[in-house]
């Protein structure tokens, strides 16, 4: 019998391991996870700091005897895949232990990216990726020590958790490097009208500068931007990014760029070793290349087309629209698309808090911003993937007609899906 390894049961490893089982696959499947925990779903992470869902909640698919019921398999809990030998076809793990497989699918994902701030003690600093980090941030949050706190990112990630604090009464900073909150998805116009709009709820901004050096400073922390200005704030909070986590791959054996490079059967460059989710390179159908994706939903397909693959089915990734969706503080933010593709930018509507700028070439959109349109993205996300998928079918004209019922332009609901047959 084939023995088949998963290496991380995120979403990707868990939707794996259920197509494989779903296609009908006998093979011993061997699952490692360096956590103690079933599959976990981060994006529900700041919803349980914030006190929205219960613990459990933050696990979808359920416990892992749950899991285990639905789906055969053998279970290495808390071990930690410290190497594979893709030549030998040998897996070993942190204590030592090594096992033998035929095909292997890495979905060990990322891990969030967290430097030390100056000379501050680490009781000071948090990240958020993982449901630790959520239930450290929630006792800490809950104590009610922390009147004033940096946020480091102004990322999706990031402006969760200013919202989660600001609801708190918490007073909020937030800084970045770069002169925008969420530099690689939103437009400058869009960006000013929602860091007009932060302002005006009292978050203080720090943008375009970074941390430079941090010292406890009267029970306190005294933080330093490279500007020279200082904050006084109870704790850092770093949503400045994440690593893949692939150190269990050797380099020489594997193709990894920043993530591993996969076809698009999820297969990799050595044999019988398959990879997604957050620490893939994955096809992003606006390039028209790979690269990582780290969405939910490109980690839950491609986590199906490799364990599909493994079962020995023939099954193809699609592809993702790079997307980029989210609702803080009453508002929404929407961009479809890479945001540094050529073309010409314009906007199509800036009015009473809604906003939407796009880049077009050859009458394509290839990115596009909507502020306080929510209703209106999944018709306009259906129109880009129309358009990255050519096809023959005209525009449904009811839906062209709530589109531009909505308030969206005319000029721009042609673009969108070309003119009504
Ligand atoms: C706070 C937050 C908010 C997010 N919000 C959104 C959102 O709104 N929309 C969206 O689409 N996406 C969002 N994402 C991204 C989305 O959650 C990820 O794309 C998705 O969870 C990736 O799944 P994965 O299985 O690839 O990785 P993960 O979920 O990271 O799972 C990988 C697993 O592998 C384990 N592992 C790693 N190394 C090893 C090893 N050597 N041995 C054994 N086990 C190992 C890890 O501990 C982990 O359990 C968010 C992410 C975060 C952190």
Redesign the pocket.
Known sequence: MDRFAI????????HALKAMREAGCSAAVDV????G?P?????L??YYVKGKIPYEAMFPFGTMDEIQKEYEFRLFQQ????FIDTGRKIIR?ADGMETAYDKILI??????FSPPVGNLPAERIFS???VEDAVRLREAVTAGGLRRVLVVGAS??GI?LVELLHERGVEVVFSDLAQHIFPTAAFEGTSERIEAFLQEKGVELRFGVKTTQAEEQEGRAAVRFSDGSCVIVDAVIN?IG?RT?L??LPPEEVRIVRGVVVDDHMRTSADGLFA?????EGRDLCIDGTRI???????VL??ETAGKNMAGLDVSYPGTLV????HFMGIDFVSFGDKSLPGQRQVYLDKDGQYVEAVVQDGRIQCINLLNLFKNSGAVKNYMLRALYPHDTPLDPQMKAVLLKSGLPKELTDLLGGSVK
């Open positions: 290496v991380g049961f995120g979403c990707a490893g868990y490692y996870s360096d956590t925990l599959p976990y779903n981060p994006m992470t700041t071990r930690t895949v410290e793990c979905s060990t994902g990322a891990r969030a958020m990726r993982c999706m990630v969760k949503c994440t986590a150190s269990c997604a989710g957050d620490c893939c994706i780290g969405l939910w939903a490109s980690a491609q986590g997307h980029n969706i989210t």
